[in-house]
């Protein structure tokens, strides 16, 4: 059936006193031969109903409503099966544009040409349906607090549940625990862990399988379709023995936490009376009275010294949440044993997070806990056995020393996840087994694997990916996530991270934590079920397509894919995982051979929206400036823009993008060959304290940039005509300004030499 475009032109919020109507009506139907076209006087409550009406009664099969800004309609605000596209005259013509000006008008109408122009070339979009089904059980792997949360919140959803546990036992440092610092009014008393009945919980439902003393050895496929190898962690049987396959459709990693080592940092391991928190932990949970590891003497005194050594530079220098909640509860586990024992807390900073400020003041109305602020310098032995700790800049002095019977560090966190430079290692040793010069370094090579095979931080997840066995992870070891938008969601797609192993959080954190992890899986295998994306683009229907015969096996896209979704054969050729695809169009941008697209984005439609603009001859001296703006900050920017009033340079014309790694640098050649000036190229911000929603495509971007240099000069064009930007979308006020600098930059070097030819 032929396709029948419709266009609703909102005359609402303005529009109609700001733009001719009836001139932007003759773009449609004269101009690009739209067969129907509409004025509502809303595209909003019943003008939106009206819209959807005459869509059913017309048999449109592709319509462009402009009226209100694209982010302003809901999810299913249109009839299923019509392709509909939208633009935001409001937010971007008529609120950051002066009314009735010949510029603003053809600003419009260009809008119109672009996007019905786009309608032309996209294809109804048709969900991935896999050939095998779509599994919806999840793997929780961790058996502490996090992975029995998160088992049991999915379990009560209505989902299969596997809790794969590395030890003999549930628990994990919650079992270990004497008890938990207060988290309910009035925040005084000291709670029981709860750990047994949330074990006995765990046993008691049907729909949880538990799996202890056993590790994941492989995890192969992608979200819907994991396959799942299990392996004997040594307890009891053969390290390394298969226990079971298991088919999955979503994974939570909830493996937790170990503490930090502080050696080198204060006189732990060389003087016995110097512990960490989670040893006398340990010594209090065994019962009887505290005492000296040196001796056995019942211990009368303890210098609790906050951070531990854990935060120097060359250790980690985060904070890890919970050691001084950990160290204020731990004084009262030694006030309560003796009346006349004294704790001391030294500290450079308390931190006790929200309501357990309450629990904080507790403690120090103790009169035997004494708080100081100040560094330990020193820890030494006395004559008599005990020890002395000598403290400087202090509150009440510039420098105090405190005899003490033993000495507590608080010891940080550290993630159980992958050792980031362990995986790397094996990687590039792989690759060197396959492809070394001579026999001898290809053996070498191989007992290297092998080697590094077992190392630990290599040994957690165990994926079958070519980016490598586990998850990507930050500075400080902790898998990576977006941490500003999703906090669950990995670089793999289907895999979540939480609790301890995500950052640094107490108990009651780490519950919501799983909960939030475990309606992360579950939202996972149902999109993936309609083949449909997950995160940032939830819901979205589309997906790659490869023209695999004009292949290079360049190995491009496999290598800047941010989600591992493609595997490649002997040749390079890639290989899709299409339910792991996240729908960014990163590697649409990198292939070369422009082989990749999508139905509804792909490099021949944005060249055809690019191409669509009426770009004015030099003589009327109206540049015209090309922006490709990330949809997800720097697009809804320019909204912020609008709403805010703020007045926009008329001669840019913004095609929002999906990811800027979806850029392809041919884009570019075709603005300057169709007469451009200028080309901005705005993305997220990247980096340590804000990041791309597809983490790597902005930072991707800038790396091309050098591909894009070339062929400006292959054209013989200055390098200034094309600008790249990073912008987070609170920073919205300087897109105006990004926009205006162009066009002083146009002035300057003068207009686009290929115009009008």
């Known amino acids: 059936m032929a396709d029948k475009i419709g266009v609703f032109i909102c005359i609402g919020y303005g529009i109609a006193e700001a733009l001719d109507i009836e001139a932007l009506c003759k773009v449609a139907t004269d101009d690009l031969d739209v067969p129907f076209c509409r004025t509502v006087e809303s595209c909003e409550g019943p003008g939106l109903q009206a819209i959807n009406e005459d869509i059913a009664n017309e048999g449109l099969t592709k319509v462009l409503v402009a009226g209100i800004s694209p982010r302003r309609y809901a999810q299913g605000a249109f ?9 935001g005259l409001r937010e971007q013509v008529v609120w950051c544009q002066p009314p009735n000006e010949e510029d603003t008008q053809m600003l419009a109408e260009d809008y119109l040409r672009m996007y019905i122009t786009k309608l032309q070339k996209m294809e109804p979009l048709e969900p991935f349906q896999s050939e095998e089904p779509i599994d919806k059980s999840i793997l929780v792997v961790g058996g502490g607090i996090t992975g029995m949360t998160a088992a049991l919140e999915a379990a009560k959803a209505g989902y299969d549940v596997h809790l794969v546990e590395k030890t003999d036992k549930l628990g994990g440092w919650l079992a270990k625990q004497h008890k938990s610092v207060p988290t309910r009014p009035p925040y005084r008393e000291l709670e029981e862990t709860g750990v047994d009945a949330l074990v006995a919980e765990i046993e008691g439902n049907s729909r949880i399988n538990v799996y202890t003393s056993a590790t994941t050895s492989a995890i192969k496929g992608a979200p819907g379709l ?22 999955v459709g979503a994974i939570i990693q909830a493996t937790g936490w170990k503490p930090a080592d502080p050696r080198d940092h204060l006189p732990y391991g060389k003087l016995e009376d110097v512990v960490r928190n989670v040893d006398l932990e340990a010594m209090v949970k065994e019962g009887g009275p505290i005492t000296r590891p040196s001796d056995g003497r019942e211990v ?6 906050q951070c531990g050594g854990s935060r120097a530079k060359e250790l980690h220098s985060y904070c890890s949440s919970i050691c001084c909640l950990s160290s204020l509860k731990q004084a009262l586990y030694l006030r309560e044993s003796d009346e006349e024992a004294k704790a001391y807390i030294v500290y450079e900073f308390i931190r006790t997070p929200g309501q357990y400020e309450d629990f904080y003041r507790r403690v120090q109305e103790d009169p035997g806990v004494f708080l100081t602020k100040g560094e330990v310098t020193d820890v030494t032995r006395d004559e008599d056995g005990g020890l002395v700790v000598t403290v400087r800049n202090t509150m009440p002095g510039d420098h105090v020393q405190v005899k003490v019977d033993m000495v507590v560090l608080a010891a940080g966190m550290v993630p159980n996840a992958a050792d980031g430079e362990a995986i790397r290692a094996l990687e590039d040793a792989k690759i060197k087994a396959k492809v070394g010069e001579t026999e001898a370094q290809r053996a070498q090579a191989a007992e290297k694997v092998e080697e590094l095979k077992h190392h630990e931080g290599t040994e957690i997840l165990n994926l079958h990916y070519r980016q490598g066995p586990d998850l990507p992870n930050l500075q400080h070891g902790f898998p990576d996530s977006h941490f500003i938008c999703f906090p669950y969601e990995s670089r793999r797609t289907g895999i979540y991270a939480a609790g301890c192993v995500r950052q640094p959080m107490d108990g009651l954190a780490s519950r919501e934590d799983a909960a939030g992890a475990a309606l992360k899986a579950i939202h996972c295998v149902e999109l993936t079920s309609r083949g449909e994306a997950v995160h940032p683009r939830a819901g979205d229907k589309s997906y790659p397509d490869f023209f695999l015969q004009r292949c290079t096996q360049c190995k491009r896209c496999t290598e800047e894919c941010p989600f591992g979704v ?6 390079g050729t890639p290989l899709l995982w299409a339910t792991r695809c996240r729908r960014c169009g990163v590697c649409m941008g990198a292939c070369p ?8 984005y792909s ?3 944005v060249a055809s929206m690019i191409k669509a603009v009426e770009v004015p001859d030099e003589i009327e001296e109206k540049p015209r400036i090309l922006a490709l703006l990330c949809e997800n900050d720097a697009f809804p920017a320019l909204d912020l823009v609008g709403q805010h009033r703020l007045r926009c340079n008329p001669y840019v014309r913004v ?3 999906r990811c800027l790694g979806s850029l392809n640098p041919v884009w570019v050649s075709e603005a300057l060959s169709a007469g451009y000036d200028a080309v901005l190229l705005i993305g997220c911000k990247y980096g340590d304290d804000y990041q791309c929603h597809f983490i790597k495509g902005s ?4 790396t091309r940039s050098d591909n894009i240099r070339e062929k400006l000069e292959k054209m013989a064009m200055e390098s200034e005509r094309v600008e790249l930007h990073q912008l987070q979308i609170s920073d919205y006020d300087k897109l105006p300004e990004i926009f205006e600098n162009a066009a002083r930059v146009i002035e300057e070097i003068g207009m686009n030499p290929f115009k009008g030819m």
């Open 655 to 657: 095609i929002p993008v």
């Open 226 to 247: 994991f396959d799942v190898t299990l392996a004997s962690s040594g307890n009891g049987k053969p390290a390394g023995e298969s226990l079971a396959t298991l088919r």
């Open 300 to 305: 009368k005194s303890i210098a609790f010294i």
């Open 566 to 571: 493609l595997n490649e054969d002997m040749k």
């Open 603 to 605: 490099v021949e439609i």
């Open 699 to 702: 930072e991707l971007a800038y």
């Open 593 to 600: 051979e422009r082989i990749v697209s999508l139905k509804d």
């Open 79 to 87: 009839a299923d099966g019509v392709i509909v596209e939208k633009v």
